[in-house]
Every structure is written in C-alpha cells, then in structure tokens.
C-alpha cells in the first residue's frame, strides 16, 4: 500500500517558537493531503486540507496564521506551528490520499508528538 | 448537522467475537470507512464500505446499511493484540471524512 512519512516523530519546543513538520508520500503523488490533530483520549480532530499548488483550507476554529501550511511539491506537504503554546501541544497526523485506489482511502504518516514547554 | 455515533469503550475476551456499531448522519455518502489506532500511533485502514452488505477480510469483516446509517465492524477470534481503539469515519459528498469519536477495545485474557 501507500506509504506516507512524518517528520520529526517527536519534538519538544519552548514556548514561542516554531515548528515545522513535514509529511511525505513516497511512492505515490499526493494532490491533496490532510493535517489532524489528536488529544489524548479522543478523536481525530481535522484542521486543514492541503492541495497541492494553492492555499490550503482550514476548519473552522483553526487559526491560519497560527498553523501555516505549505503544500508546494505532489509529495510533500508542511505544518509550521508558529509561536507555540502549551495548548498547543499535541499528537499532530498527517494524511495523504491516493487517486490510484479508487475510493479516495486515505493514507496516514506515523504521526508527530508536540510537547511545547 | 452531520454526526457519527459509535459506543465510547467495550471490553471482550480473548479468542472470543465483538462487534462494533457505528452509526450515522451525513451530508451525502461516499463511502464508510473502519481505521484501527494503536495507543499513541496513527491510523490503519481496515476496511472500506459503499455498497450494503458484509464484506470479509481474514478475522474482520464490515456490514454496511444505507438506508438505516448504520455499519458495524465484526472482530473474530479476538487476540490481545486487537486492543485499540476503532475508529468510524463517513467520506461525504464533498469527500471528506467524518470521523467518529471511536470505540476503545479492551480484550481480557
């Protein structure tokens, strides 16, 4: 199957300061991909959609000029967390969906844990 | 509003069958889809439904209802590695998903 990677895995940031994740699709183009985030104990919560060569869509509630989304290549798709919170801390997932499966199956990254101090 | 309903937490024995209900109310359907999440991992994709019907994959299978909004996901010879939390999600018309707030499995020996 499609196989989609994160990165980092992990990071621990100090309040204020950026973080960028990024999410690969390796062996497959990705023209649209999509960023969750996930509390402990609850679902996946969908922030943005991500398309390939224009802006990306955000939920509601999600702040755009807080988490900065750059979708500039079919295989790699950004989330730069700006100014980072406490609150913001998270387990952040990305998505990717592959044409070629017929039913627009979404293919999930590992997932990066955010732990803003 | 569009919403997916499916139980908070069951508990089953090893080696033994559970299932799991999700129900569903969505602005159009394009599909119903089962993902399986390991605590502090990402998603896996189990099973995908469009058509009523019971569709079998190894020890787990997936029924669709349309008409009633409603899928259940059916767990056979339930092993302890089958501990996570299942999730439901509904792809609608603007084919986006859905998901549900997901069903924590417990499995005793």
Redesign the interface.
């Known amino acids: ?1 499609a196989v989609v990677s994160q990165h980092p895995s992990w990071v621990i940031c100090k309040s204020g300061t950026s973080v960028k994740i990024e999410c690969r699709s390796l062996d497959f183009q990705a023209t649209t991909m ?1 960023w969750y985030r996930q509390f402990p104990k ?5 922030m943005a ?1 991500s398309n390939e060569g224009s802006k990306a869509t955000y939920e509601q509630g999600v702040e755009k000029d807080k988490f900065l989304i750059n979708h500039a290549s079919l295989t790699l798709s950004t989330l730069t967390v700006t100014s980072a919170h406490p609150e913001d801390s998270s ?1 952040y ?1 990305c998505s990717a969906r592959d044409p070629a499966t017929g ?9 990066t ?1 955010l732990t803003v101090l | 509003g569009q919403n997916i309903d499916q139980p908070t937490e069951m508990t089953a024995t090893e080696g033994a069958i559970v299932q799991i209900n999700c129900t569903y109310q969505t602005s159009g359907f394009n599909g119903l889809f089962w993902y399986q999440q390991h605590a502090g991992e990402a998603p896996t994709f189990l099973s995908y439904n469009v058509l009523d019907g019971l569709e079998e994959k190894g020890r787990f299978s997936s029924f669709l209802s349309r008409s009633k909004g409603y899928s259940y996901l059916l767990l056979k010879e339930l092993q302890m590695k089958d501990s996570a939390s299942y999730l439901c999600a509904v792809m609608d018309s603007n084919y986006q998903l859905i998901w549900g707030a997901g069903t924590k499995l417990i499995i005793k020996p």
């Open positions: 199957g999509f609850q679902s996946l919560m969908l959609t387990f997932i039913y627009n199956e979404q293919f999930f990254g590992p997932g844990r």
